[in-house]
């Protein structure tokens, strides 16, 4: 693809995202209808997707974000859920879907229509989690969800190779299907277990910031390209890297924090913008491709597979819900209750995204000689899948979680925890701070160990100023105003800098240097204030 399609891909996808913050429909849905239309206008270039790219250059990075965000600790209490739904639904999804299509559409062999099943039986939760964090869905849900679409990638790009290679004739049996599977969850952790660990000590001693963001943009491709080498999953390499890295965070150096989040920020961005909207620009494509198949054949075996996608969906995850309940007395005392709300909303958070079409799209033409059997039709009906799950489901779903009147979740209660465990760090820095200065090695004139002090009164008040009432004048709290009031303090210390710079009585190096100075105090005082609302 030339340079100014993509260039325009992005920018478009950008503009429509940033004006989506302004409307109730989430961004992805904007973006998949701002596809379609696009895709018949005149003059918009042919934006085939291609899977060669989409799979190893595009879902790398997007999981291991997904992942740096993600809860190891929260993952580990919810593995049974999750586990539940990234694996077995997945199976049992691909056979179940597989079957019905077979049952469906004439002429479609049962070995095409499963490898239809593994193709559609992933859901992109990346519309999903972003629902539920909108909506504050408690965070059990929000973390099965997640969790969910950062392994069921992996479960169903096997099954789908499992499945071509019984349709190509390739002769996979049982025992060949269970060797695959094993060789690419148990081969994708081991990758991923190998790298984590020299990659953070690589992340911990490196102070070069090119270097360092470098680095950070490698990782996963480097841990999916040296899965998918040895025939493992690239999905699980990526996601077990990113997951230790998250929780071992904290041990990085702070800049090399700061500088990741911004440019992984940037990077997801740019990514999930583009690929919804190039989810709908497929349209065209796919409908030329129907060949034998008439429209309205084509539009009746697509609104009979969505339905079975959706049906099979509720058929797995209620069972998944209650029969481990009422088999094991260890699962009811270990997990919370759950009414039957929470099941229905993430029976219907089953909404398919692009990794479904890309796998659709690495169907071989031809076979042995002859053509794969229905392949045109199969990438039909993978994309009025994912189209039809994004838009019914997608734009329901923010509805149907205010109809069922799902607790949300308390954020009074999570301010009170935060300003909590404020307090405890506070009382020990405070320690540490009194020993250090005993030292006469660390003498300091008084107004500077004031200074450090009063940053440490500050911090554990900040978080305590957010439970208090907002002021009856301005209908700020305390904790908005000091942010308001550091900003516009810092504005006249760098307009007086950019004067000085301009006056030619500092150059400017010395004025990026006081400058950045400038950015981090500011970034600290919103730091120090800001809430995850």
């Known amino acids: 693809m030339e340079a100014t399609p993509l260039v325009a891909l992005i920018a478009v996808s950008a503009v429509i995202a940033g004006a989506a913050r302004r409307t109730p429909v989430p961004a992805p849905l904007l973006l998949v209808a701002a596809g379609l239309a696009a895709s018949y206008l005149p003059g918009v270039p042919d934006y085939t997707l291609d899977p060669h790219i989409v799979l190893p250059l595009v879902l790398p990075p997007l999981l291991h974000t997904a992942a740096l965000d993600s809860s190891y600790l929260d993952l580990r209490a919810h593995l049974r859920p999750v586990a ?122 490196l102070r070069e910031p090119l270097l360092l963001n470098t680095l950070s943009l490698l990782i996963p491709f480097v841990a999916y390209a040296l899965a998918e080498r040895v025939h493992a999953s690239g999905v699980l390499a990526v996601v077990v890297v990113a997951l230790y890295l998250g929780h071992r965070s904290w041990q990085v150096d702070f800049a090399t924090r700061l500088q990741e989040a911004a440019v992984w920020k940037m990077v997801a961005f740019i990514l999930e913008t583009s690929v919804f909207a190039l989810i709908g620009l497929q349209l065209p ?49 270990r997990e919370p209750d759950t009414t039957w709300k929470a099941p229905v909303i993430v029976g219907w958070a089953g909404m398919r995204g692009v990794v479904s079409l890309a796998i659709a799209f690495t169907i071989p033409v031809a076979t042995g000689g002859e ?101 009856a004048t301005t209908g700020e709290s305390a904790d908005d105003t000091y942010r308001r009031l550091a900003r516009e303090v810092i504005d006249a210390e760098r307009e007086v800098f950019a004067r000085l710079r301009d006056e030619r009585r500092i150059d400017d190096e010395m004025l990026r240097t006081l400058l950045r100075r400038l950015d981090l105090e500011e970034a600290a005082a919103y730091r120090e204030t800001a809430s995850d609302g």
């Open 84 to 205: 539940l739904l990234s694996v077995g639904y997945v199976l049992f999804a691909t056979v179940a879907v597989g079957w019905l299509a077979h049952l469906l559409v004439p002429d479609l062999p049962l070995t095409a229509a499963l490898v239809l099943g593994a193709v559609i039986a992933p859901p992109d939760a990346v519309a999903a989690t972003a629902i539920a964090r909108r909506l504050r869905l408690p965070g059990r849900i929000t973390t099965i969800l997640q969790g969910e679409s950062l392994v069921n990638d992996a479960t169903a790009i096997t099954a789908y190779k499992v499945a071509l290679a019984a349709a190509v004739g390739a002769g996979v049996g049982w025992a060949g299907g269970i060797g695959q599977f094993a060789l690419a969850a148990v081969g994708g952790v081991g990758v991923g277990l190998v790298l984590m660990v020299p990659i953070h000590w690589l992340r911990r001693r």
């Open 371 to 471: 053509p794969f059997p229905a392949r045109n039709l199969v990438l039909f009906l993978t994309f009025t899948t994912v189209i039809g799950t994004l838009v019914v489901q997608g734009l329901t779903l923010p509805a149907l979680i205010r109809a069922l009147r799902l607790p949300g979740r308390d954020a009074r209660a999570e301010t009170l925890a935060e300003a909590q465990a404020q307090n405890e760090a506070s009382r020990a820095a405070e320690e540490r701070l009194a020993a250090l200065l005993a030292d006469e090695r660390n003498a300091l004139p008084e107004p500077l160990a004031d200074r450090l002090r009063t940053v440490l009164e500050r911090r554990r008040n900040a978080v305590w100023e957010r439970l208090g009432a907002v002021s």
């Open 285 to 333: 494509y796919v409908v030329r491709g129907l060949g034998p198949y008439g429209i309205g054949e084509a539009v009746w075996y697509a609104v009979a597979v969505f339905a079975a996608v959706v049906l099979v969906r509720f058929v797995w995850v209620f069972p998944a819900t209650y029969l481990p309940r009422l088999l094991s007395s260890r699962v009811r005392e």
